[in-house]
């Protein structure tokens, strides 16, 4: 993969998710280094995300970070690190709705511009008890995420599979 810089590096397994809500809301990454929940200095984080600006303000973004946790935590990390720059409020505030943790202010590698970014962890829990039900039987609980629910993602993530 090559960085901004030019440097080469070795690309790491991910996957990609859109957020659906009948339209397409935006999309969701995931990469991760096997073996380990560290990341190399090229990857500041775990999980990035992006709405598109007339969906924004909506929970899409905060929903799709919730649902996506739980993948991370069957691969078997401990916790997730995700990076924003301070000035971004949104994005701070879908972090922290899902538990994130300021560990650090930093500046990026010279490889991605040397950027003042913020670095948030994520401590991935244990999986739920068995006796809670199952998250698609609670779709009308989902209250505060117009226009976005669990099976829409999962839709928009089964299309996104089969056009690829």
């Not at 096997?34 to 984080?45: E, F, M, R, S, V």
Request: with cysteine.
């Amino acid at each position: 993969m090559t960085l901004p810089d030019g440097s080469i590096v070795p690309r790491l397994p991910g996957f990609h998710h859109w957020m659906w809500d009948g339209a397409f809301c935006g999309s969701i990454d995931f990469r991760w280094q096997p073996g380990t929940t560290a990341l190399p200095p090229h990857c500041p984080g775990h999980i990035g995300y992006a709405v598109v600006p007339w969906k924004r303000g909506r929970g899409c973004a905060t929903l799709a970070l919730r649902l996506l946790l739980p993948e991370a935590r069957a691969l078997g990390l401990d916790y997730v690190e995700l990076t924003t720059h301070p000035e971004n409020h949104a994005s701070r505030r879908v972090i922290e709705a899902n538990g994130g943790v300021l560990v650090e202010r930093f500046t990026t590698v010279p490889q991605l511009g040397s950027v003042e970014s913020l670095r948030f962890r994520i401590h991935l829990q244990p999986p739920p008890r068995s006796d809670v039900p199952d998250p698609d039987s609670l779709d009308g609980l989902l209250t505060g995420w117009p226009d976005l629910d669990q099976r829409g993602l999962r839709q928009a993530q089964h299309e996104h599979r089969l056009a690829n």
